[in-house]
C-alpha cells in the first residue's frame, strides 16, 4: 500500500506553552487533537521543549549560522534552563543531512563506564549497600558525559560561526538568569526532593533551600564559568584540561569511579545510520548501541496490515501496535547492547523475512503475555527499561541542512552529584547496564551501556523529508511507530502527527524472569474512549491509570516540491517551534 501523505497549509502560528489545550472549535476534540497550527517558513526552522532554546536556534541561523551551529546553541540553553532532563553531564546522539553530500551522517556521542570499577568491585559495592541492582542516583551509576565532545566533533565538521559565539547565549542566560517555565518548574521541585542530599545537588539547583517556581529567575553563574573555559579550551577543557582534574577528583572524594584517564580516553564515534522502508518512505535511525532499530522493526512488522482501515487509535490498530512493539522490545531486551562488545544480528533483526516471522506470533484476539527473543542462538536474558526523560531538537537552516539531536542525563537530572563549582549535574546512564556477566550489555569497565535516546530521520526519493523525535526512555520507539502511522497511514498534518493520543505499553516495574511473563501494562491517553480502553482490557491488556510518560514531540518535515519547511511542538512541553 503506498499511502500519499497531505500536509495542509493552515496560516498563521500559534506558540502555546505546555498544557494549554486551547479549545478552536472541532480542531480540537477527541484524539485527534490539534492544538495549535503548524509554523512554515523557508530560511530556517527551530523545534525544542524550551522557547528560549528554540529563539536562540533562530537568531544563530539569522547570525549565518549553519543548523548545526544553532542546535548546539540551543542544546547549551535547554543544559542551563532545562537541567530536569538534560545537561553537559549527559549524553548525546544526532543525524545530520549534508544537503552537500546529499548523505545523512550518524553520531554516537555517549559515554563509558569507569576503567577503574570491575564488575566484582561492583557487586561488593552494591552488596555493602544491601541492595540487587545498580542505584538510581548516587556516584555507582556515573558513566563518562559525552555532550560536550559532541557539540564539538558535531562543530567540526558542519559548524560555521566560531564555537564561542555558538556558546555565548547560553552564558548570557547563565549570568544573567532566565524565568523558569512551567513544567520544568514541576520536574525541578519533583527533582529536588529526591536529590536534595546528594554532594553539589542543593548548593547548584537548590537556592535558598527549594526549586525555583514557575517565573522565578534562576541564576548559574558556574555553569557560565564552564562554559567559558569551553571557549577558551575547547573540548579539551574539559576531557583533558582545565577542568578534568576537578571532574576526576570530585569524583574520587564523593564514591565515584571516574578518574583523569576516563576522561582523556574518550571519544564520540561517527556510525552510518540504518534503514527500513515503510510504505515508501525511508526511516532512518542509529544502530546500537542505542534501541532506534526497534522503530524500524515495529514498521517491519505492521507494513503488511491496512492501518487505516482499523481505524485511528481503535481497539484493532492499538491491540496491533502494542502487540508488535512486545515482540519487537523482546529483542530489544536481549540483542541491543555495546557493539564493540557485541555485534548485534542486525541483518536479521531488520529484514523483511524476519519481520513476516514474528508476525506469526500475533494473535488478534488475545494479548500475549510471554515471548521468546527471536530465533538467534544466545542464551535468554532481560534487559532493563528506560524510563528518563529526555530533550529532543531539530533545527533546518537555509542551505536545506537538517540536523535531528537528542540529550539526557537519564533520570531527570542524573545522578544527584554535582561537581565543585561547574553548575550541572553527571548523568546516571550507568543503571542501565546488566549484573548478569553473560547477558550483551553486562556490565564491564570502559563500556557503554544500552542507551535510550534516539534521534530519527525520513528521506524520500533521496531527498531529506522528515527530522523527528519523540522523548522519553522506553517510549521513544514506540512514539517513533506512532509518529509515523499518523503521517503515512493516517495522513495528519506535523503538528496534528504529533498532538494525537498515544499508548505507552511498559513491562513490570520488577522484573519477574528472562522474559517477559506477565503482559506488562498498557497505559492510554485519556482522549481514548472507554469502549476502546474495555475492548482492549477484554483482550487481556492490563489497562494503566497514569497520566504521564507519553513522551514529547518535536519536527521538521521538508517540502520538497515547494521547498518549504514544517514545523511542529506538541503541548505536552513547554516548546515550540519557530521559523522565519
Known amino acids: 500500500m503506498n499511502v500519499t501523505v497531505l500536509f495542509p497549509i493552515v496560516v498563521g502560528v500559534c506558540l502555546v506553552g505546555a498544557f494549554a489545550q486551547v479549545q478552536r472549535g472541532d480542531r480540537y476534540s477527541g484524539s485527534n487533537a490539534v492544538s495549535r497550527s503548524e509554523v512554515i517558513a523557508r530560511s530556517g526552522m527551530a523545534c525544542t521543549s524550551q522557547p528560549l532554546a528554540t529563539m536562540t536556534a533562530i537568531d544563530i541561523l539569522k547570525k549565518g549560522g549553519s543548523a548545526v551551529d544553532a542546535a548546539i546553541a540551543a542544546n547549551a540553553v535547554q543544559a542551563l534552563v532545562e537541567p530536569t532532563t538534560c545537561g553537559i553531564g549527559g549524553d548525546l546522539f544526532a543525524i545530520v543531512w549534508d544537503a552537500k553530500t546529499r548523505k545523512l551522517h550518524g553520531l554516537n556521542a555517549s559515554g563509558r563506564s569507569p576503567h577503574g570499577l570491575t564488575l566484582d568491585e561492583l557487586k561488593k559495592q ?11 542516583y548516587g556516584p555507582l551509576p556515573i558513566t563518562v558525559p559525552g555532550c560536550i565532545d559532541g557539540w564539538f566533533e558535531l562543530h567540526a565538521k558542519f559548524g560555521r560561526l566560531p564555537m564561542s559565539e555558538v556558546l555565548a547565549p547560553a552564558i548570557r542566560y547563565a549570568k544573567e538568569g532566565f524565568p523558569v517555565s512551567e513544567l520544568i518548574a514541576q520536574y525541578w521541585e519533583n527533582g529536588g526532593r529526591v536529590l536534595k542530599d546528594q554532594p553539589g545537588f542543593a548548593k547548584t539547583y537548590l537556592p535558598g533551600g527549594k526549586a525555583p517556581a514557575k517565573g522565578d529567575v534562576f541564576r548559574n553563574p558556574d555553569f557560565a564559568a564552564t562554559l567559558e573555559a569551553l571557549s577558551r579550551g575547547g573540548r579539551d577543557a574539559f576531557y583533558r584540561g582545565e577542568l578534568t582534574p576537578k571532574l576526576a577528583a570530585f569524583c574520587e572524594r564523593n564514591g565515584g569511579y571516574l578518574r583523569e584517564r576516563d576522561f582523556n580516553e574518550h571519544a564520540s564515534t561517527w556510525v552510518d545510520p540504518v534503514s527500513t522502508n515503510y510504505r515508501g518512505y525511508d526511516v532512518w535511525e542509529l544502530p546500537p548501541s542505542g534501541q532506534g532499530i526497534a522503530a524500524l522493526q515495529m514498521l517491519n512488522m505492521l507494513e503488511a496490515a491496512d492501518l487505516k482501515a482499523l481505524g485511528h487509535n481503535s481497539t484493532e490498530y492499538l491491540h496491533l501496535l502494542v502487540e508488535t512493539k512486545k515482540i519487537v522490545y523482546e529483542d530489544r531486551a536481549r540483542y541491543y547492547a555495546d557493539p564493540e562488545f557485541h555485534k548485534a544480528p542486525l541483518d536479521m533483526l531488520l ?98 551501556p544500552f542507551h535510550t535516546i534516539i534521534p530519527a530521520f525520513v528521506t524520500r526519493d533521496g531527498k531529506p523529508f522528515l527530522s523527528f523525535g519523540v522523548m522519553g526512555g522506553d517510549m521513544q520507539p514506540q512514539g517513533h511507530v506512532q509518529i509515523l502511522c499518523n503521517l503515512i497511514d493516517f495522513g495528519m498534518n506535523l503538528q496534528q502527527a504529533g498532538d494525537a493520543a498515544r499508548f505507552h505499553h511498559t513491562r513490570s516495574s520488577e522484573p519477574t524472569g528472562e522474559i517477559m511473563s506477565d503482559g506488562g501494562t498498557l497505559n492510554l491517553e485519556t482522549a481514548i ?7 482492549l482490557a477484554a483482550k487481556g491488556h492490563r489497562i494503566g491509570n497514569t497520566k504521564g510518560g507519553f513522551g514529547g514531540y518535536q519536527a521538521i518535515l521538508y517540502d520538497a516540491a515547494r521547498d518549504v519547511y514544517f514545523g511542529a511542538s506538541e503541548f505536552r512541553k513547554d516548546g515550540m517551534a519557530a521559523g522565519y
Open 529 to 535: 474512549g472507554e469502549d476502546v480502553r474495555q475492548a
Open 126 to 136: 552494591l552488596d555493602a549497600l544491601g541492595v540487587a541492582s545498580i542505584p538510581k
Open 351 to 448: 529484514s523483511k523475512a524476519y519481520a513476516a516471522r514474528r508476525r506469526a506470533l500475533f494473535s488478534p484476539d488475545t494479548a500475549l503475555t510471554r515471548i521468546a527473543p527471536g530465533e538467534a542462538a544466545l542464551a535468554e536474558a532481560d534487559s532493563k527499561l528506560g524510563d528518563g526523560d529526555t530533550i529532543y531538537l531539530t533545527v533546518a537552516d537555509k542551505d536545506r541542512n537538517l540536523v535531528s539531536l537528542i540529550q539526557s542525563n537519564y533520570r531527570g537530572f542524573g545522578s544527584g552529584l554535582c561537581p565543585d563549582g561547574m553548575g550541572f549535574c553527571l548523568q546516571d546512564r550507568g543503571e542501565l547496564f546488566h549484573l548478569d556477566p553473560s547477558h550483551p550489555n553486562a556490565y564491564a569497565p570502559h563500556k557503554r
